[in-house]
């Protein structure tokens, strides 16, 4: 029998929190606060003071991500209270709530609670708007329930394991209610996407490979109702996406370019009008290096190498539900970057589908060789902005960590759009330099360009190479190669697969 997805699915309710019923009630509280906030003192009451004594013998002290468990009686209907930390009031950013619910899913799931209330904004607002508020704590409490568990038997180590876990936004007055209810869809759909993101991405490269890939975005199509459309390698060589069928030349599955498209309001009236923005993703399924073989220690972490283009499933299936009016679409150049009596190697020289020629030094800077073909396919479009996202380059790690994605772009409003959209989704991006003097270094001296430009400022030599085929068009690069994947367990995000630059790119898409 197939194995059941946990999800969680958050819900609003219009009681009063010491009215709740359900498994579980939790609460968030700030650092250091002397007495029990004004927000909680009925609930106390009707609990006979266990939160004000638990407060008053300092077991809890609301630092950042800390937990207490109390088990209540009284005039109530759960047995249970949780407190959550939200660390110092100053320190309170909108990020802080997304944490504080994904605290309380990971530790209600070890409890085995089906449904808890959620009293996690009370203190938040009016610092952070209502609107906001909801829409992170749902992002926090659906982000934090996925990890990847494909080919582990259902758990058999809690009893009580869960499927489906309800947790509810509680709130008893109209117009913050309305308003959090407001946040709690757009949350819903934004996780549910980044989710989705991840669940593919996890995926290992004997699982998905370029056609296999390219399947699932046909059945998430379906499923949205987006249009999808795939070239395949005989397409693709009569369309000479020569750069695409370069790269892929190794692998016995065969690359494929995959386009999904949400029509918006536009599409409807004219259904040839230019995309208002084309986002692109990466999906190398397995990236060995190909002929410039890499190192085999961490290897297995390059079925990661196909996250931009998992990210662009994700947002595709969410602008769907979100119902968007622009007319998006997404593009994702899918290959297996083998070595093999077919690959392409280095000292081979490819006329991309822009016409432009390209020196191939390094079989391994194989993302920046299939999107230049993708760069160049939406460029002729001629739409309003592409995005393209990738685990571009190494050199983008040793720079800036796993905290930021680097952002390249020729245009200062999609810089600033993006920097508002990196604000508001917590995907933090940091902007890069690039143009002509890394440009120099790509030129070669027997074709237009080569594809690598030396040690120094690597990513921002891809990001000129990049550059060279979006035209006119204002573009912008985001290298996430720091930020698709982690080994470290944050509160609303487990190891694996991250969907970063999801959230990110629908902030973006949402503020147009
Ligand atoms: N997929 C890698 C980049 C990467 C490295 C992503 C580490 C995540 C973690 C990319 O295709 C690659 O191999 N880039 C080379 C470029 C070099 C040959 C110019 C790199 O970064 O070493
Ligand atoms: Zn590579
Ligand atoms: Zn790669």
């Not at 069928?245 to 029509?263: D, N």
Request: charged share 25%; with cysteine; net charge positive.
């Amino acid at each position: 029998m197939a194995k059941q997805v946990k999800r969680t699915t958050v819900t609003m309710d219009r009681s009063r929190p010491h009215q709740f019923t359900g498994d579980m009630l939790v609460l968030g509280l700030f650092q250091d606060a002397s007495r029990l906030p004004t927000e909680f003192t009925q609930l106390d009451k009707a609990v006979a003071g266990a939160i004000s004594n638990l407060l008053k013998l300092k077991d809890f002290t609301g630092k950042a991500h800390e937990t207490a468990l109390l088990y209540v009686s009284g005039k109530i209907a759960f047995k249970r209270i949780m407190l959550v930390g939200l660390g110092p009031k100053s320190k309170l950013q909108t990020d802080t709530l997304r944490q504080a619910a994904g605290t309380a899913v990971r530790t209600a799931q070890k409890l085995g609670i089906a449904k808890m209330g959620l009293a996690l904004h009370q203190l938040a607002l009016p610092k952070i708007a209502p609107d906001q508020a909801g829409q992170a704590i749902t992002e926090g409490a659906i982000i934090a329930r996925y990890d990847y568990q494909d080919y582990l038997p259902a758990q058999k180590d809690t009893q009580k394991e869960v499927p489906l876990m309800r947790a509810a936004i509680v709130e008893p007055n109209t117009s913050p209610a309305n308003k959090l209810n407001r946040g709690r869809r757009i949350g819903t759909i934004l996780a549910e996407g980044q989710n989705q993101a991840r669940m593919v991405a996890n995926k290992p490269g004997n699982e998905i490979n370029p056609p296999t890939l390219a399947r699932q975005a046909q059945k998430l199509a379906r499923q949205f109702g987006l249009k999808c459309k795939v070239f395949d390698d005989r397409k693709l060589a009569d369309m000479k996406m020569n750069a695409i069928l370069a790269v892929g030349s190794g692998s016995a599955t065969k690359p494929r370019l995959i386009m999904l498209e949400h029509p918006g309001r536009k599409g409807r009236k004219k259904a040839q009008a230019a995309p208002d923005v084309i986002v692109i993703g990466k999906a190398v399924t397995f990236d060995s290096g190909g002929i410039s073989l890499k190192p085999s220690l961490n290897m297995e972490a390059m079925k990661f190498d196909k996250c931009g283009g998992c990210a662009v499933l994700g947002i595709m299936t969410a602008v769907a539900a979100l119902k968007l009016p622009q007319r998006v679409l997404g593009l994702i150049p899918a290959v297996e970057n083998k070595p093999s009596h077919t690959s392409y190697r280095p000292g081979d020289i490819i006329r991309t589908y822009s016409g432009k020629t390209v020196e191939v030094q390094n079989t391994d800077a194989e993302g920046r060789m299939i999107l230049c073909d993708a760069l160049a396919y939406a460029a002729r479009m001629k739409p309003g902005a592409i995005i393209d996202m990738a685990t571009l380059t190494g050199a983008c790690v040793v720079a800036l960590g796993h905290h930021h994605a680097g952002l390249f772009t020729n245009n200062d409003d999609l810089k600033r759009k993006i920097e508002k959209a990196a604000q508001l989704s917590s995907e933090q991006v940091w902007h890069m330099p690039s143009g002509d003097d890394y440009l120099e270094l790509m030129k070669s001296k027997v074709a237009d360009l080569k594809n690598i430009g030396g040690r120094a400022g690597g990513s921002c030599t891809a990001a000129a190479f990049l550059g060279e085929f979006a035209g006119d068009v204002p573009w912008a690069h985001i290298d996430i190669a720091g930020m698709a994947d982690t080994n470290q367990e944050k509160p609303y995000r487990s190891i694996g697969a991250t969907g970063f630059a999801v959230r990110l790119v629908l902030e973006y898409l949402r503020s147009l």
